[in-house]
């Protein structure tokens, strides 16, 4: 009843279906609403197929993982069929539910360090898995436990197994965790967004674990992912789901390049590239659905619906082989057609026509000429900056800053990118004020910010990663915007006029003024926050990771919002980022941070295009790339939290270049034709790179 | 090697607060209305008497100087002298707090096993009618005042039904119990005197029930909350999502990890308990230390009501700090 | 059709509603309490303090609906006028406590520092005293006054919600928002007026019903051993002491409905504490 | 399905604990049952058990405060010298203060002149360590009590004994004891105050620094009385065994007695009623009336000196000025507090001498309930209403429930009263501050004469002269009656002195309590101490 590890070859399974779901639907009733959380969704996965399940959050990517393993919440009513193994999984006894979890279908989970239990060690985590699926023995158990560990990429696998999950960095939980579910030898493995959180050089080495899970154990692998991009590399077909339907279906390279439906065009074209390409940005949200749609449920967003979209629901058609869609306007142009004919050059940044009719975002172009004279100004200079926490009893300390050297004019936008733990956000409180350097200056349009009285402070403003969360919840959308002209002093009538002058900017509604934090989307927050930064007119705005927590779709409507205010021509703007590619969409110049260090410098075009620092080329390799795979022509040894601070070069420990002078020198800024990095072996990389690939 | 550090610095800790009780008591005794002095001399006592048993317990120095005099003999050990008794504070103190500790501690261990495992009970069946009947039954317990409750129980258990002993004592003396710490159960434990094992124990039962039943409803409380929150967890249900049984998931993902938050509120409890105790040692005829601060108090034998808010102090942050070392032992989160 | 027979591991959507039942049966019991509380002299025709001239310890029925207590008093009316107190006792010491707590816990834990470890030792030295000690001294200290009772019961409780609240606040300056208020210039003290304090109180609300009713046995255990109220101002507590020897004599209407009056209104608290609790519990979910 | 059953069996199982925690206790309990009904049919008359109230503050006589548990502890366990004898009152047996007897002494004579005073000891009585008792025992005792400046210090100035040197030491069996004048009082201050320590034992823990040996006698009771203390557990429990080696006829009756802690009186009664004590000492009020009907169980009554009375400050506002004295005397419903509060068990008073005592006149105190009286003798102070508080024992029911009664009556009177009740420690510092207006009190006289009365109450510095008296003709009827011997003048002057005081008004006598002691029925030989201190030697039980 369960599949059997490893034993179907792939090309014998991909005929039978180890999944099959057939016109399931899900409605979860609650005291006063109920919520159609899935509405005839039917798709398969055959045993050794890699099926990737694409959407953003809303569109019922999860509930459909639930009802693989039988655990839908409370209050669900679940109509349909989940077959598994010739198995209807709704219809399961306890006892059969029992067995199907984890020996049929075990899900990674997509938050490895909350799905792991806090108090029990991971080793014994997998151990209890192995010994219910596996029956396995103790030391048999704990055995095979460090082979797995291994097996996922895990050095010392012996003592990791003693650890604690709080212990594991994300990348290390998420191997744990991707252990633990194949420790189960489940026939299907079930990945919730298993790259979310992670750092970019992380994130390929994690997919081709299921790939691996797939090809060499035969398992029926579903990736559950809000970024088709990322993971379209690795699977063999995808599924996209919208607002609890299936809107299309077929093999990845397909839908990849040549989506049909429009909801799948809209998410690939939100998706920065690091090429720099444009984004294109879809108005609207998803809608909560409320009961299974009579109509096309994308309608109100897309381009294309026609009256028959509004009034009837599109049944799922087969265009091709393993391609279906559920459009009445199937959309075949290419996707990226002008960009095909002209690949990403630097030389070429002027903006594309826009064929779809939305704003359209031109990189690097939004420092134009007439900007010019004003962008004498220093607004913002930060000097040998150091920053160290240091903990509260006795010495020692974590050093998040090292020595960092700044300088912005206004009309300039400079890019801050780095991985997390890099110091990228300590940076952008040190500018803020938000905390004191240890040594150096930072000075904001000439003063010290130290220095500064409360209505100076407000010069520099900062848009935050947590939309909401940087909104008081108890305050109104008025109140938090017009806070920087309370302390300003400016008076009440005329805090009311700039408040709603910044609103409209944002293009939202002044009835959105009475409300709170927690009646807002996410996307409609963001906007608050940024007209809260800009309606006291400041000399420098900062953005911290600003899209981080948003949806695709939504992310690409505020990036476009952003780009628009970062072009203004009064004020300076920092854009920090994990995301490369949101990075290049409209910085001038880019830092590039390793460890509270910037490695590399220079203007975005040249440092994305031409990398000069090992670590710059390892980002950039790993960034995933529209409508083509390609392996990263520099790839880091270790994950960040194995790397130990040494003397030397701070990326020595991971650098597969590394030398003894890389160890023992520490490396400074040298220039290198348009940028500046931090390695002295820049000049022999390209022949070291041919030489290793 | 860490856990000791942990604790030595915590010890360290624990020096200004006491010293700070230290200091507001004798303070706070000291400006109650009311003479300690008269209430040790007869009716017929002039002045010069009073003056005279003032010299004899020190009061007559200056405040710093009988403050000073207070600290130096703490540092030695010694608590002074009862006014009331003229006996040494220390020595009655010992013989007051064994009982006591008896009473809180089994009193207060019980009431932890029983909302442990109630708590799990009810949480595993959340919502449903056994889980609301034993919650409130415990929010019962815990509107109940205390010494209502123990004088229902021994009108129950002791007058109606005769299962319990007469409240008085805690011992039978015809056992000829030989006390050694005070805590009878512990003396007839400890001298394997079988009569006065059976006798202390059921002079235990109803004390012991009428506190327990005080205090259940914030642990369970507390432990179901936990319980539901583990329950509901990614952790939990990833676990119960990979197929574990049942039994390794009761064991080794939902009880720990439960347990986590409990020491810190089985603390405050034990607290609240050894400082409110005096009211079911009232209706017990339970001789111990709430009595004894309590009528140190009325009278202001100072040296007493300094004692007793002292070794209770010390008690209560001894408490939290054992608290904070199981709860680092549960909870590998923890950093000490 | 099937959906429902699924196992679903954790139960517990219901909670909203068992929230809402404890809520209202809480809140029901609380303003009925409070109404007999308000028109008390309405609802009796003896004065709580009248004696009976006729004599004590009358039966329940005839004259005195609950019978008549130790001093000829009618034990109804007094229930009935003893609600003021104790309910007007609990309510205001609580409310004391949280304002004083509130304003330490958030001192400590925005402006940290020696502030923190200042105000932090002052609590634990006050929260390591023994709380009835507390009670006594304090109520020995200023007499048994009703103002006096409600200091005496904040001063044992304030030390709790100045540690609760410290360690909300010490969540909530880590929060962006508060970030984002330094950065749009706002002094210390408007963010923690505008910011911190309508969000720290989150968990005050919740615990501060049961702490009335924790409130209210611990001033019926003042009475009950002379402490708190004087008699013969009607208060449950002092009511139950007085009555307990009648209770051993059969005599239970001296007793009994005082101490029912007293469970039932911290029956109420706590009903309305824990649906609030559950509540909370279930939107932080 | 299955929850249910899961549920149910939980349930059980939280049955099962609760069913198992209560067998243990009902199994001890019920080990226990055997020996003692065993027990009630033999031995059991061996053993009297008793509860107290509290536990006796200390074992040292001569540093005690007043603490009557104490105080009824002493007369049982010190050897005193000369104790009241016994006599019949109706069909109770009461002591008699008027016959002073010597009990360990052979002998306690004065001289012709009334001021030497010739202790003689028994030859060979004992203490349990040994020792014999000497006349060093006596004088050792008397130095101590001296060197107190306590208790025994302060009451010998009545009858002119100050400084140590007046004791002497004649032989080893003689003391003289040499006062500075004589006193028609010697006897009754020395049956109380004539105890005597084991000075050769004591002297074994003296040190320099406590010479007295205080910190011993605090925690170790004193040996050689009726009763042995043979256990004693702090707080809870005193074993008394009979003391065998007392020389006189009236010894202990009973073996063993056993007196517990039992603060709550409703426990108390509930543990009588069980019979798991023989007698209840911390029964008051309402219980008393109660146990009469109970089954198996006598209440003991005897009539009382026992005076309860509101003592009014004449040198504090309001009650500075007589009238308002008057009014509040006029205010006071006597008969419904000896009804509401007393079960109508006491009896009602007419003068400031209590009944019973010689010299007594029912003229002494023209008071009876009567508010328009009240108002009357208010508006003769000028006032329609004046304010006071009415202090009283915190903790004391009977004291309460008066000033209950009191202060309803009262303001109908215009007399408004708050009611504060005071610690000990507060009460004893402010009656030290003599600034109480209005305070209940209440005591009994421990020598049955006005003298004494006066002494006690109200001359000029008079140890519970809480009224403040200063009446220049008492003062002078008081120094009087020292040297007046003669019983017909001293009656002249009683009456002198009830005219007096009916005058002035310094306390509204509430009424005279009888004395109750509920007991088991086996309980035979109480002997009612007119001091209130129980004499427990001559108490037995029948099988």
Redesign the interface.
């Known amino acids: 009843m369960t599949a059997p590890a490893g034993t179907p070859g792939r090309e014998a399974a991909m005929t039978v279906s180890l999944l099959d779901i057939q016109d399931l639907s899900v409605v979860i009733h609650r005291p006063g609403r109920s919520v159609a959380a899935l509405s005839n969704v039917s798709f398969t996965v055959a045993p050794g197929e890699v099926v990737g399940l694409v959407g953003e959050s809303g569109g019922g990517k999860s509930m459909v993982a639930r009802a693989i393993v039988g655990m839908l919440p409370n209050g669900s009513h679940a109509t349909g069929r989940v077959g598994f193994d010739g198995a209807d999984v709704l219809r399961m006894d306890p006892a059969d539910l029992a067995a199907h979890r984890g020996r049929g279908a075990a899900i990674c989970f997509q938050n490895p360090r909350g799905a792991l239990s806090p108090t029990r060690t991971v080793g014994r985590q997998l151990i209890d898995r192995l010994v219910t699926h596996q029956k396995m023995t103790g030391d048999r158990a704990a055995e095979s436990a460090k082979e797995l560990f291994a097996s996922v990429g895990i050095r010392n696998p012996g003592r990791r197994l003693e650890a604690f999950p709080h212990e594991l960095s994300g990348g290390m939980a998420q191997r744990v965790m991707i252990s633990l579910a194949t420790g189960c030898a489940p026939g299907l493995l079930i990945a919730d967004e298993p790259t979310t959180g992670l750092d970019v050089t992380l994130t390929r080495e994690i997919l081709r674990q299921f790939r691996h899970a797939a090809d060499t154990d035969g398992r029926g692998v579903l990736l559950i992912s809000h970024d088709l991009a990322s993971i379209a590399e690795v699977c063999d077909r995808v599924v996209v789901l919208y607002a609890g339907t299936v809107v299309e279906t077929g093999p990845a390279a397909k839908v990849l390049r040549e989506p049909a439906h429009p909801y799948t065009r809209a998410l690939l074209r939100s998706v920065p590239d690091v090429n720099g390409g444009r984004v294109v940005p879809t108005a609207g949200g998803m809608p909560l659905m409320t009961a299974a749609p009579h109509d096309c449920p994308f309608a109100p967003r897309c381009a294309h619906a026609g009256e028959d979209c509004r009034t009837a629901r599109p049944e799922t058609t087969s265009l091709t082989d393993g391609w279906s869609l559920a459009c009445f306007h199937p959309q075949e142009t290419a996707l990226f057609a002008p960009q095909e004919a002209a690949p990403a050059s630097p030389s070429d940044p002027a903006p594309l026509p826009d064929p779809q009719g939305g704003s359209s975002v031109a990189p690097g172009a939004s420092v134009t000429a007439d900007n010019a004279e004003q962008a004498g100004r220093v607004v913002l200079r930060v000097q040998d900056a150091h920053v160290v926490y240091r903990s509260r009893f006795g010495s020692g300390g974590h050093h998040a800053l090292r020595g960092v050297d700044l300088e912005l004019r206004a009309g300039e936008t400079l890019g801050v990118v780095g991985e997390s733990g890099c110091g990228k956000s300590t940076l952008a409180k040190l500018i803020m004020g938000l905390v004191e350097p240890s040594s150096g200056s930072v000075a904001v349009a000439g003063k010290t910010v130290g220095k500064m009285s409360r209505v100076e402070r407000t010069r520099a403003q900062m848009v935050f990663q947590d939309p909401i969360g940087s909104l008081s919840p108890r305050r109104t959308v008025a109140d938090s915007i017009a806070e920087p002209l309370r302390a300003a002093k400016v008076p009440a009538d005329a805090r009311a006029a700039k408040t709603e002058a910044a609103l409209s900017r944002m293009e939202l509604d002044n009835s959105i003024l009475t409300r709170y934090p927690h009646e807002l989307s996410g996307g409609q927050a963001q906007r608050v926050g940024i007209a809260r930064a800009l309606v006291g007119q400041p000399d420098l705005i900062v953005f911290d990771e600003p899209t981080s927590a948003l949806d695709v779709t939504v992310q690409a409507q505020i990036l476009d919002v952003i780009a628009d205010v970062a072009s203004d021509a009064g004020h300076g703007s920092v854009f920090i980022s994990h995301d490369l590619a949101t990075v290049r969409g409209f910085a001038d110049r880019v830092v590039v941070l390793y460890l509270g260090r910037v490695v590399e410098e220079g203007p975005v075009d040249e440092v994305f295009d031409r990398p000069k620092h090992p670590y710059t080329r390892a980002l950039l390799g790993s960034a995933p790339r529209l409508g083509e795979s390609r392996t990263a022509e520099v790839q880091l040894v270790k994950d960040l939290d194995e790397a130990d601070a040494a003397t030397g070069c701070a990326l020595a420990a991971r650098c597969p270049f590394v030398t003894d002078t890389c160890r023992s020198q520490e490396q400074t800024l040298q220039s290198y034709g348009e940028s500046r990095a931090a390695c002295w072996r820049v000049p022999e990389l390209t022949a070291l790179i041919g030489k290793s690939a | 090697m860490r856990i000791l550090r942990f604790v030595g610095r915590r010890l360290l800790q624990l020096i200004p607060v006491l010293l700070g009780v230290v200091v507001l008591t004798f303070l706070l005794v000291r400006v109650l209305p009311g003479d300690p002095i008269r209430s040790i001399l007869g009716p017929n006592a002039t002045e010069a008497d009073a003056d005279a048993a003032r010299a004899r317990f020190g009061l007559d120095q200056p405040m710093w100087k009988q403050f000073l005099d207070y600290l130096q003999g703490l540092f030695t050990g010694d608590f002074g002298t009862s006014i009331q008794s003229g006996g040494s504070v220390g020595g009655e103190m010992a013989l007051r707090l064994g009982p006591t500790l008896e009473l809180v501690v089994i009193a207060v261990t019980i009431a932890v096993l029983l909302a442990i495992w109630l708590g799990i009970w009810s949480a595993r069946r959340a919502d449903r009618v056994g889980d609301h009947t034993v919650r409130i039954f415990a929010l019962f317990g815990n509107s109940i005042p205390e010494f209502w409750l123990g004088l229902v129980l021994i009108l129950v258990g002791y007058a109606t039904l005769g299962w319990f002993p007469a409240p008085s004592g805690r011992v039978d003396p015809d056992t000829n119990l030989t006390p050694l710490t005070g805590a009878d159960l512990v003396d007839a434990l400890i001298t394997g005197n079988g009569p006065a094992i059976a006798s202390s124990a059921a002079h235990l039962v109803l004390p012991v029930l009428t506190l327990v039943i005080g205090v259940l409803a914030p642990l369970l409380r507390s432990v179901r909350a936990s319980a539901l929150e583990v329950l509901r967890s990614e952790a939990y249900a990833a676990a119960a999502a990979h197929g574990l049984p049942e039994k390794t998931l009761l064991r080794g993902y939902l009880r720990r990890a439960t347990l986590v938050r409990l020491p810190s509120l089985a603390a405050l409890v034990f607290g609240t308990a050894l400082g409110s105790t005096v009211l079911i040692e009232y209706v017990y005829s339970w001789q111990g230390f709430g009595q004894w601060a309590l009528r140190g108090l009325l009278y202001r034998d100072y040296p007493v009501v300094q004692a007793s808010v002292l070794i209770i102090a010390f008690a209560y942050v001894l408490v939290f700090l054992i608290a904070d070392v199981v709860h680092a032992w549960l909870d590998p989160r923890v950093k000490i | 059709m099937a959906a429902l027979e699924m196992v679903p591991v954790v139960s517990g959507s219901r909670d909203g509603r068992f929230a809402k039942i404890l809520i209202w049966t809480g809140g029901t019991i609380l303003v009925v309490v409070a109404l007999a509380a308000i028109f008390a002299p309405l609802l009796s025709s003896w004065g709580p303090k009248e004696i009976d001239p006729n004599g004590t310890l009358a039966a329940p029925g005839g004259e005195h609906l609950l019978g008549s207590d130790g001093n000829g008093m009618d034990v109804w009316s007094r229930v009935l006028h003893a609600a003021r107190i104790d309910l007007g006792i609990a309510i205001c010491a609580v409310a004391l406590a949280v304002v004083v707590g509130t304003l330490l816990g958030m001192l400590a834990g925005y402006l940290g520092g020696w502030v923190d470890d200042g105000l932090m030792r002052i609590v634990d030295i006050f929260q390591a005293f023994p709380t009835f000690i507390l009670a006594l001294a304090v109520s020995a200290l200023l007499g048994g006054g009703f103002v006096n009772l409600v200091i005496t019961i904040a001063a044992v409780n304030a030390p709790a919600y100045a540690r609760l609240v410290r360690a909300e606040v010490r969540t909530l300056r880590e929060m962006q928002y508060i970030d984002a208020a330094k950065t749009s210039g706002a002094s210390t003290i408007g963010i923690m007026w505008r910011h911190l304090l309508p969000n720290s109180l989150t968990p005050v609300r919740v615990i501060a019903p049961l702490n009335c009713g924790w409130a209210m046995l611990t001033l019926a255990g003042l009475s009950f051993l002379g402490l708190g109220v004087t008699v013969p101002t009607a208060e449950w507590g002092s009511m139950i002491s007085l009555g307990t020897s009648d209770v051993v004599a059969g005599r239970w209407w001296t007793s009994v409905p005082p101490g029912l009056a007293l469970l039932v209104c911290v029956l109420g608290f706590s009903l309305l504490g824990e649906g609030l609790q559950e509540r909370a519990e279930a939107r932080r979910r | 399905m299955a ?1 249910p059953n ?2 149910r069996r ?2 059980l199982q ?1 049955g099962g604990s609760v069913a198992l ?2 067998t ?6 019920g ?2 049952d055997n ?1 003692d009904s065993s027990a009630s049919a033999g031995p059991a008359a061996t053993t009297l058990r008793i ?1 107290v109230s ?2 006796l ?2 074992w ?1 006589q001569d ?4 603490d009557l548990t104490a105080l009824m502890m002493f007369k049982n366990v010190y050897p005193y010298m000369i104790d009241y004898g016994v006599t019949k009152a109706g069909d109770s047996e009461i002591l008699d203060t008027n016959n002073i007897t010597p009990t360990f002494a052979e002998s306690f004579e004065p001289d012709s002149t009334q001021k030497i005073w010739t202790l003689k000891l028994r030859k060979g009585v004992m203490f349990p360590s040994g020792n014999e008792m000497k006349a060093a025992d006596v004088k050792w005792s008397k130095d101590r009590a001296f060197a107190a ?3 025994v ?3 010998y ?1 009545t009858i002119g004994l100050t400084k140590a040197e007046q004791v002497i030491v004649k032989d080893d069996y003689t003391v003289e004891f040499r006062q500075e004048f004589p006193s028609a009082l010697t006897r009754q201050i020395q049956a109380i105050s004539l105890y005597v320590f084991d000075s050769a034992e004591a002297k074994k823990h003296a040190t320099d620094v406590d010479p007295w040996a ?2 011993w ?3 170790n009771a004193p040996t050689g009385g009726y009763f042995n203390v043979t ?1 004693a ?5 005193i ?1 008394l065994s009979a003391n065998k080696a007392y020389p006189g006829t009236d010894g202990a009756k009973t073996p063993t007695i ?1 007196l ?8 108390q ?3 009588l ?2 019979g ?2 023989d007698i209840a000492l911390g029964i008051t ?3 008393l009336q ?1 146990l009469k009907k109970a089954e198996g169980i006598k209440v003991l009554s005897a009539a009382s000196n026992n005076q309860v009375m509101m003592t009014m400050s004449t040198t504090t506002a309001p009650f500075d000025d007589v009238n308002v004295r008057k009014a509040l005397a006029f205010a006071v419903p006597y008969d ?1 507090i000896i ?2 509060v007393y079960g109508g068990d006491a009896r009602p008073v007419k003068s400031y001498v209590p009944l019973d005592m010689p010299g007594y006149a029912d003229t002494g105190y023209p008071f009876t309930y009567d508010i328009e009286q009240a108002k009357a003798a208010l508006a003769a102070s000028g006032k329609t209403a004046v304010n006071s508080e009415l202090v009283f024992e ?2 004391n ?1 009977e004291q ?2 008066i ?3 009191v ?2 009556e009262a303001a109908k009177a215009g007399i408004t009263l708050k ?3 005071l ?10 501050q003599k600034s109480i207006p209005l305070q209940i009190t209440t005591g009994q006289l421990w020598v049955n004469d006005v003298e004494y009365m006066l002494a006690t109450f109200y001359v000029k510095g008079a ?2 002269n809480y009224a403040n008296l200063n009446n220049a003709e008492l003062e002078d009827i008081y120094t009087k009656s020292h040297t007046t011997v003669d019983e017909a003048a001293r009656l002249q002057l009683w009456a002198q002195v009830q005219t007096i005081l009916a005058a002035q008004v310094p306390a509204v006598m509430i009424c005279q309590p009888n004395f109750n002691l509920p007991v088991r029925e086996k309980v035979s030989g109480w002997v009612q101490p007119m001091d209130g201190l129980a004499r427990l030697r001559y108490l037995s039980a029948s099988a």
């Open positions: 929850p899961i549920s939980g349930l939280l925690l209560m243990t206790g009902a199994c001890a309990a080990s226990k020996p509860a509290s536990y503050s200390s040292d540093f005690v405060g007043f400046q306590a208790n210090a302060g009451i100035r205080k910190e006698f605090a925690k256990k557990t702090q707080g809870q429990e074993e056993r517990s802690v039992v603060p709550a009186a409703a426990n009664r509930l543990q009623q069980a798991d004590i009020g309402q219980d109660d419904q009804k509401n915190a903790n029911d309460q429930k000033a209950v009664q202060q309803a009611l504060t009740p610690d000990p420690a507060t009460l004893g510092e402010r009656r030290g140890a519970l």
